[in-house]
């Protein structure tokens, strides 16, 4: 199984500060790694497919990089709705698996 | 607007079953897989299961194979995770998952879940 490790596991920020988030696959996913947000009691939002794409309706203050092993979603300057968790997950093989979460939490 | 909604969860004793049901809208229900993932009380997330958009393909997670079932009824727009011998490390939300295989390059591929449900919550008592 591809195991995937994010980092940091939570940060603490302030509204508009530049955020960065970095997910490590355990082999190369090539492009295939996505990034999902999730608010407390909510079901996760797809943000970026393919490692650099922006879903619909995606504000474009998020944006991510990276290819085979290292990839990263940077959050260009935080605003108040962006307190979430933030989630890897690749799609290069099955079992699907997703990062242990970055919880971005209100300096 | 794209919806999917779960029903089916409750509390359930170790050993157990419980069928889990996902209603679909205002997409080609036909034309897409679907996907079963779930969320431990306050844990990460976990891929349970997928199945193609035609039920010819279903791959499952290896701590539910076995166990569960995922199956779908496309005249009913609706999407099942049948879950057989319950334990309590099966508690969590569930949720249901619409598959997008644009985007991760089509042909056949699939992992990339675009929209999801509010999810379900299972509880198997320890």
């Known amino acids: 199984d591809i195991q995937m490790t994010q980092s940091p596991s939570s940060l603490s920020a302030s509204v508009r500060d530049r955020v960065t988030i970095t997910c490590r696959a355990s082999q190369s996913i090539s492009s295939l790694l996505n990034w999902y947000q999730q608010k407390p009691g909510k079901a996760p939002n797809l943000l970026i497919y393919?490692?650099?794409n922006l879903q619909s309706g995606v504000p474009s203050r998020f944006s991510a990089s990276g290819s085979g092993t290292d990839f990263t979603l940077i959050i260009s300057s935080l605003q108040p709705e962006d307190f979430a968790t933030y989630y890897c997950?690749?799609?290069?093989?099955?079992?699907?698996?997703f990062g242990g979460g970055t919880k971005v939490e209100i300096k | 607007q794209v919806q999917v909604v779960e029903s089916g969860g409750g509390v359930v004793q170790p050993g157990g079953s419980l069928r889990l049901s996902c209603a679909a809208s205002?997409?080609?229900?036909?034309?897409?897989?679907m996907h079963w993932v779930r969320q431990a009380p306050g844990k990460g997330l976990e891929w349970v299961a997928f199945?193609?958009?035609?039920?010819?393909?279903?791959n499952y997670a290896d701590s539910v194979k076995g166990r569960f079932t995922i199956s779908r009824d496309n005249s009913k727009i609706t999407v099942y995770l049948q879950m057989n011998s319950l334990r309590a490390e099966d508690t969590a939300v569930y949720y249901c998952?619409?598959?997008?295989?644009?985007?991760?390059?089509?042909?056949?591929?699939?992992?990339?879940?675009?929209?999801w449900g509010q999810g379900t919550l299972v509880t198997v008592p320890s």
């Open positions: 205002e997409f080609i229900f036909n034309n897409y897989g």
């Open positions: 997950q690749q799609s290069y093989s099955a079992p699907l698996t």
């Open positions: 998952a619409k598959d997008e295989p644009a985007y991760c390059g089509g042909g056949g591929c699939y992992g990339v879940f675009d929209y």
């Open positions: 199945i193609r958009s035609d039920g010819s393909y279903k």
């Open positions: 393919a490692a650099s």
